[in-house]
């Protein structure tokens, strides 16, 4: 079973930028999309990113779209997640998980990392 670990996380200020890391332990299937997935307190999971793992093919959510960027290395089985132009509402636990489904949905992502805090000062 993979086994995905998040790193990367911190505290930075309003207009900052941090880059998340999520390495797998095992060799990532071709097949397979990684998706970036983030909690604010008091708030339900929501989706962030996510992109194929055999081709250039991402997705963002509204709210990050031209700030983030997901990319991947096959070599390390690492994706990451570089994050600009942070604000306060970015604030939140960030994870990353695999699925086989290109799609946004939770439900459609099988292995989970244990997150990674993320806090933006305003």
């Known amino acids: 079973q993979v086994q995905l670990v998040e790193s990367g996380g911190g505290s930075v200020q309003a207009g900052g930028s941090l880059r998340l890391s999520c390495a797998a332990s095992?060799?990532?299937?071709?097949?397979?999309?990684i998706g970036w997935f983030r909690q604010a307190p008091g708030k339900e999971r929501e989706f962030v990113a996510l992109?194929?793992?055999?081709?250039?093919?991402?997705l963002y959510a509204d709210s990050v779209k031209g700030r983030f960027t997901i990319s991947r290395d096959s070599a390390t089985n690492t994706v990451y997640l570089q994050m600009n132009a942070l604000k306060a509402d970015d604030t939140g636990v960030y994870y990353c998980?695999?699925?086989?489904?290109?799609?946004?949905?939770?439900?459609?992502?099988?292995?989970w990392g244990q997150g990674t805090q993320v806090t933006v000062a305003s």
């Open positions: 992109t194929r793992w055999s081709r250039d093919s991402t």
């Open positions: 095992w060799r990532i299937y071709s097949s397979s999309v």
């Open positions: 998980a695999r699925g086989s489904q290109y799609s946004t949905a939770q439900s459609s992502y099988i292995n």
